[in-house]
């Protein structure tokens, strides 16, 4: 992921006070890290994730699944 995605992905959850965004040891670093905040909101989310996950994997089934993660893999490295 590029720095600017990286950056526009972050910005809402340190916002949301989610994630605390510091400088690292030079200007070009950045230390990223969960608050207390952010560690409760991903407890929360981590189970419903997982329950989409098994959704998606039922209702297509492990071969068709596996054909989706390919594909979309394939548009990422053909996107870059």
Known sequence: MDRTTLTRN?????????????????????????????EQVLTQALPLWKQAQAHLLHGLGQVHAKALLTELANVVAVSR
């Open 10 to 38: 972050l910005d809402p959850l340190a916002k949301c006070g989610w994630v605390r965004i510091e400088e690292g040891e030079d200007r070009r670093t950045r230390l990223i890290s969960l608050t207390p905040a952010g």
